[in-house]
Protein backbone atom coordinates (compact mmCIF):
# COMPACT_ATOMS: atom_id res chain seq x y z
CA UNK A 1 0.00 0.00 0.00
CA UNK A 2 1.32 3.33 -0.73
CA UNK A 3 2.18 6.28 1.80
CA UNK A 4 -0.94 7.86 0.15
CA UNK A 5 -3.49 5.35 0.06
CA UNK A 6 -2.54 5.15 3.59
CA UNK A 7 -2.93 8.51 4.76
CA UNK A 8 -6.31 8.24 3.14
CA UNK A 9 -7.24 4.92 4.87
CA UNK A 10 -6.25 6.37 8.04
CA UNK A 11 -8.23 9.55 7.05
CA UNK A 12 -11.63 7.66 6.65
CA UNK A 13 -11.18 5.35 9.53
CA UNK A 14 -10.67 8.58 11.77
CA UNK A 15 -14.00 9.98 9.96
CA UNK A 16 -16.07 6.93 11.18
CA UNK A 17 -14.50 7.13 14.69
CA UNK A 18 -15.55 10.78 14.62
CA UNK A 19 -18.80 9.99 13.67
CA UNK A 20 -19.18 7.18 15.86
CA UNK A 21 -18.50 9.42 18.65
CA UNK A 22 -20.83 12.35 17.89
CA UNK A 23 -23.84 9.46 17.57
CA UNK A 24 -23.31 8.65 20.90
CA UNK A 25 -23.50 12.29 22.15
CA UNK A 26 -26.42 12.69 20.01
CA UNK A 27 -28.10 9.93 21.97
CA UNK A 28 -27.32 11.27 25.15
CA UNK A 29 -27.49 14.85 24.54
CA UNK A 30 -29.37 15.41 21.71
CA UNK A 31 -27.75 17.37 18.78
CA UNK A 32 -26.40 20.25 20.42
CA UNK A 33 -23.37 18.73 19.58
CA UNK A 34 -19.98 20.34 20.81
CA UNK A 35 -16.56 19.09 18.89
CA UNK A 36 -14.68 19.65 21.65
CA UNK A 37 -16.81 16.90 23.94
CA UNK A 38 -16.90 14.97 21.17
CA UNK A 39 -12.93 15.25 21.05
CA UNK A 40 -12.93 14.75 24.82
CA UNK A 41 -14.98 11.36 24.56
CA UNK A 42 -12.30 10.14 22.26
CA UNK A 43 -9.43 10.86 24.41
CA UNK A 44 -7.75 13.36 21.89
CA UNK A 45 -7.57 17.17 21.62
CA UNK A 46 -10.04 19.59 19.90
CA UNK A 47 -7.02 20.67 17.28
CA UNK A 48 -6.94 17.16 16.35
CA UNK A 49 -10.55 17.06 15.65
CA UNK A 50 -10.66 19.96 13.57
CA UNK A 51 -8.22 18.65 10.93
CA UNK A 52 -11.16 16.21 10.34
CA UNK A 53 -14.11 18.52 10.46
CA UNK A 54 -13.48 22.08 10.40
CA UNK A 55 -16.86 22.85 12.34
CA UNK A 56 -19.65 21.82 14.12
CA UNK A 57 -21.57 22.46 11.61
CA UNK A 58 -19.35 20.36 8.84
CA UNK A 59 -19.74 17.13 11.79
CA UNK A 60 -23.77 18.25 12.00
CA UNK A 61 -23.78 17.82 7.96
CA UNK A 62 -21.89 14.50 7.64
CA UNK A 63 -23.90 12.48 10.39
CA UNK A 64 -27.44 14.24 8.44
CA UNK A 65 -26.33 12.57 5.23
CA UNK A 66 -25.21 9.75 6.77
CA UNK A 67 -28.81 9.06 8.17
CA UNK A 68 -30.89 10.37 5.61
CA UNK A 69 -28.38 7.64 3.38
CA UNK A 70 -29.37 5.15 5.71
CA UNK A 71 -32.99 5.65 6.40
CA UNK A 72 -33.10 6.04 2.27
CA UNK A 73 -31.28 2.35 2.00
CA UNK A 74 -33.28 0.88 4.22
CA UNK A 75 -36.53 2.03 2.48
CA UNK A 76 -35.23 1.07 -1.18
CA UNK A 77 -34.50 -2.15 -0.34
CA UNK A 78 -37.67 -2.64 1.31
CA UNK A 79 -39.72 -1.56 -1.69
CA UNK A 80 -37.28 -3.75 -3.81
CA UNK A 81 -37.82 -6.90 -2.19
CA UNK A 82 -42.13 -6.53 -3.16
CA UNK A 83 -43.09 -7.25 -7.05
CA UNK A 84 -43.49 -4.37 -9.23
CA UNK A 85 -47.21 -4.87 -10.03
CA UNK A 86 -48.43 -4.82 -6.19
CA UNK A 87 -48.53 -1.34 -5.63
CA UNK A 88 -49.94 -1.60 -2.10
CA UNK A 89 -47.48 -3.69 -0.94
CA UNK A 90 -44.40 -1.43 -1.91
CA UNK A 91 -46.11 1.47 -0.48
CA UNK A 92 -46.60 -0.09 2.74
CA UNK A 93 -42.78 -1.89 2.24
CA UNK A 94 -41.88 1.83 2.38
CA UNK A 95 -43.33 3.36 5.35
CA UNK A 96 -42.99 0.49 7.43
CA UNK A 97 -39.17 0.51 6.66
CA UNK A 98 -39.10 4.49 7.71
CA UNK A 99 -41.13 3.37 11.03
CA UNK A 100 -38.24 0.47 11.95
CA UNK A 101 -35.46 2.65 10.97
CA UNK A 102 -36.53 5.32 12.97
CA UNK A 103 -37.10 3.44 16.03
CA UNK A 104 -33.85 1.99 15.62
CA UNK A 105 -32.36 5.29 15.21
CA UNK A 106 -33.96 7.76 17.51
CA UNK A 107 -30.74 10.11 17.99
CA UNK A 108 -30.21 10.34 14.18
CA UNK A 109 -34.30 9.82 13.41
CA UNK A 110 -34.48 13.31 16.10
CA UNK A 111 -31.59 14.99 14.27
CA UNK A 112 -33.51 14.49 10.81
CA UNK A 113 -36.88 15.23 12.05
CA UNK A 114 -36.67 17.04 15.83
CA UNK A 115 -36.43 19.99 16.43
CA UNK A 116 -34.05 22.46 14.75
CA UNK A 117 -30.53 22.61 15.44
CA UNK A 118 -29.90 26.30 16.63
CA UNK A 119 -27.87 27.96 14.65
CA UNK A 120 -27.52 25.36 11.79
CA UNK A 121 -28.46 25.99 8.33
CA UNK A 122 -28.45 22.46 5.93
CA UNK A 123 -26.31 23.10 2.77
CA UNK A 124 -27.75 21.77 -0.73
CA UNK A 125 -26.16 18.83 -0.52
CA UNK A 126 -28.23 17.14 2.23
CA UNK A 127 -31.07 17.60 -0.41
CA UNK A 128 -30.85 14.84 -2.33
CA UNK A 129 -30.31 11.99 0.27
CA UNK A 130 -33.22 13.54 2.36
CA UNK A 131 -35.93 13.15 -1.28
CA UNK A 132 -34.78 9.49 -1.17
CA UNK A 133 -38.04 8.51 0.90
CA UNK A 134 -40.82 10.84 -1.06
CA UNK A 135 -39.56 9.82 -4.50
CA UNK A 136 -40.02 6.24 -3.54
CA UNK A 137 -43.89 7.17 -2.63
CA UNK A 138 -43.90 9.14 -5.87
CA UNK A 139 -42.90 6.33 -8.08
CA UNK A 140 -45.63 3.74 -6.84
CA UNK A 141 -48.05 6.13 -7.08
CA UNK A 142 -46.86 7.29 -10.72
CA UNK A 143 -48.00 3.61 -11.30
CA UNK A 144 -51.23 3.91 -10.96
CA UNK A 145 -53.59 4.01 -13.63
CA UNK A 146 -57.02 6.41 -13.50
CA UNK A 147 -57.25 10.30 -12.29
CA UNK A 148 -57.86 12.09 -9.07
CA UNK A 149 -60.03 14.97 -8.46
CA UNK A 150 -58.40 18.49 -9.30
CA UNK A 151 -56.47 20.23 -6.57
CA UNK A 152 -57.26 23.60 -5.67
CA UNK A 153 -56.10 26.33 -8.38
CA UNK A 154 -53.66 28.34 -5.49
CA UNK A 155 -52.01 25.19 -5.04
CA UNK A 156 -51.05 24.17 -8.54
CA UNK A 157 -48.40 26.33 -9.08
CA UNK A 158 -46.65 25.16 -6.08
CA UNK A 159 -47.05 21.41 -7.64
CA UNK A 160 -45.48 22.10 -11.04
CA UNK A 161 -42.84 24.19 -9.53
CA UNK A 162 -41.99 20.85 -7.78
CA UNK A 163 -42.34 18.55 -10.02
CA UNK A 164 -40.49 20.84 -12.98
CA UNK A 165 -37.44 20.73 -10.21
CA UNK A 166 -37.65 17.01 -11.07
CA UNK A 167 -37.16 16.74 -14.45
CA UNK A 168 -39.45 14.69 -16.63
CA UNK A 169 -42.22 13.35 -15.05
CA UNK A 170 -45.53 12.03 -15.30
CA UNK A 171 -46.14 12.67 -11.99
CA UNK A 172 -49.01 14.72 -12.03
CA UNK A 173 -49.88 17.51 -9.88
CA UNK A 174 -52.97 15.71 -8.05
CA UNK A 175 -50.81 12.22 -7.53
CA UNK A 176 -47.94 14.53 -6.40
CA UNK A 177 -50.22 16.13 -3.95
CA UNK A 178 -51.44 12.66 -2.52
CA UNK A 179 -47.74 11.99 -2.07
CA UNK A 180 -46.98 15.05 0.19
CA UNK A 181 -50.65 14.17 1.96
CA UNK A 182 -48.87 10.74 2.85
CA UNK A 183 -45.32 11.94 3.09
CA UNK A 184 -46.26 14.61 5.95
CA UNK A 185 -48.28 11.93 8.02
CA UNK A 186 -46.23 9.33 7.57
CA UNK A 187 -43.44 11.25 9.28
CA UNK A 188 -45.24 12.88 11.61
CA UNK A 189 -46.66 9.47 12.70
CA UNK A 190 -43.49 8.08 13.38
CA UNK A 191 -41.93 11.06 14.84
CA UNK A 192 -45.06 10.96 17.38
CA UNK A 193 -43.96 6.96 18.19
CA UNK A 194 -40.36 7.97 18.49
CA UNK A 195 -41.10 10.73 21.02
CA UNK A 196 -43.12 8.98 22.99
CA UNK A 197 -46.75 10.63 22.29
CA UNK A 198 -48.24 7.77 21.64
CA UNK A 199 -47.58 6.09 24.85
CA UNK A 200 -50.42 6.70 27.02
CA UNK A 201 -52.49 6.71 24.02
CA UNK A 202 -51.95 3.47 21.93
CA UNK A 203 -50.99 -0.01 22.77
CA UNK A 204 -51.34 -1.77 19.57
CA UNK A 205 -48.55 0.46 17.47
CA UNK A 206 -47.29 -1.61 14.49
CA UNK A 207 -51.39 -2.07 13.92
CA UNK A 208 -52.41 1.60 14.44
CA UNK A 209 -49.72 2.73 11.77
CA UNK A 210 -50.68 0.00 9.32
CA UNK A 211 -53.94 1.34 9.19
CA UNK A 212 -53.19 4.53 8.61
CA UNK A 213 -50.76 3.73 6.29
CA UNK A 214 -53.24 1.90 4.37
CA UNK A 215 -55.83 4.77 4.66
CA UNK A 216 -53.19 7.31 2.88
CA UNK A 217 -52.84 4.43 0.14
CA UNK A 218 -56.85 4.68 -0.41
CA UNK A 219 -56.16 8.37 -0.86
CA UNK A 220 -53.43 7.91 -3.37
CA UNK A 221 -55.34 6.29 -5.03
CA UNK A 222 -53.80 2.44 -4.77
CA UNK A 223 -55.19 -0.63 -5.66
Known sequence: MSASSLRARVRSEMHQEIKEAARRRLAAEGANLSLRAVARDMGIVASALYRYFPSRDA???????????GLGEAAAGAEAAVPRDDLRGRWLAVCRAVRSWALAHPAEYG?????????????????????????????????VPGALPPVPGPVRPDLRRLLDGQGPTDLTEERLDRVLLAWTHLFGQVGFEVFHRLDAMIAARAEYFDHHMSLLADLAGLP
Not at 59 to 69: G, S
Request: zero cysteines; a negative charge.
Open 59 to 69: LLTALIIDAYV
Open 111 to 143: LLYGNPVPGYTAPPETVAPASKVILLLAAVVQD
